[in-house]
């Protein structure tokens, strides 16, 4: 059974920071690695899609890493502006499946 | 081009009673699929459907129900509420593409069971 953890589960930073979100898989078998953020009580919006043969996805500010054989992603967040505080959500798709499986989520907030 | 919508926003239920929630998928999207997101924690996978018939399921009982409809719109019915079932219910409709292809989540129904 797939299982998803992200580390650390709360961060806060003050603005300008560069920071680093961390995200765990037990099962190597996935077909693609997506990173989405959530504003409180709100619907998830896709923030980066790495497909298992990437290495990395690169979106203004935001570069995502995936290291499929030790079963890691990262979330690289530079120059950080009060604007991103929100909860980072990791999730995997099997190659087997159609479903996501989700992480816990890293709670980030910058502050001003 | 419109996105996913979910009705209602907000909804009280009190335990043992039974709720639907629905979900408007986007345009050229045919398959649905519905989570379940305690607070705090991530989203939870319940079920998906891909024209009109179930396309997998999670670990949920069978008091979690759907239907898609021929417009590829979406219900999600829970019968019996438990105080567990309060969460927000996330819908996502994609399109035929691939796995994890053009995902899009709707903004999710608050479910609170007292």
């Known amino acids: 059974k797939q299982e998803v953890t992200q580390i650390p589960a709360a961060l806060s930073v003050p603005e300008g920071e560069n920071l680093v979100l961390n995200c765990s898989f037990t099962d190597s078998a996935i077909y693609n690695l997506q990173w989405f953020r959530q504003d409180p009580g709100k619907g998830l919006t896709s923030l980066l899609l790495i497909q298992s043969s990437q290495r990395e996805q690169t979106s203004g500010r935001l570069n995502a890493s995936l290291d499929k054989s030790s079963g890691r992603s990262t979330l690289y967040i530079a120059a950080s502006q009060p604007g991103d505080s929100a909860t980072y959500l990791c999730?995997?798709?099997?190659?087997?499946?159609?479903?996501?499986?989700f992480g816990p989520g890293t709670r980030l907030s910058v502050l001003p | 081009e419109t996105g996913v919508t979910q009705s209602p926003t907000h909804l009280i239920k009190t335990r043992g009673q039974q709720v639907t929630l629905r979900c408007s998928s986007q345009?050229?999207?045919?398959?649905v699929s519905w989570y379940q997101q305690a607070l705090g924690q991530g989203p939870q996978f319940i079920f998906q459907?891909?024209?009109?018939?179930?396309?997998g399921r999670g670990n949920f009982p069978p008091r979690f129900s759907g239907l898609q409809f021929p417009n590829y719109s979406s219900e999600l019915n829970v019968n019996a509420l438990e105080l567990d079932d309060s969460a927000l219910y996330l819908c996502?409709?994609?399109?035929?593409?691939?796995?994890?292809?053009?995902?899009?989540f709707g903004s999710g129904t608050r479910l609170t069971v007292v």
């Open positions: 999730a995997v798709i099997h190659n087997y499946g159609q479903n996501f499986v």
């Open positions: 996502a409709s994609s399109s035929p593409q691939g796995a994890g292809y053009g995902y899009t």
């Open positions: 345009s050229g999207h045919n398959t």
């Open positions: 459907y891909y024209r009109e018939e179930e396309n």
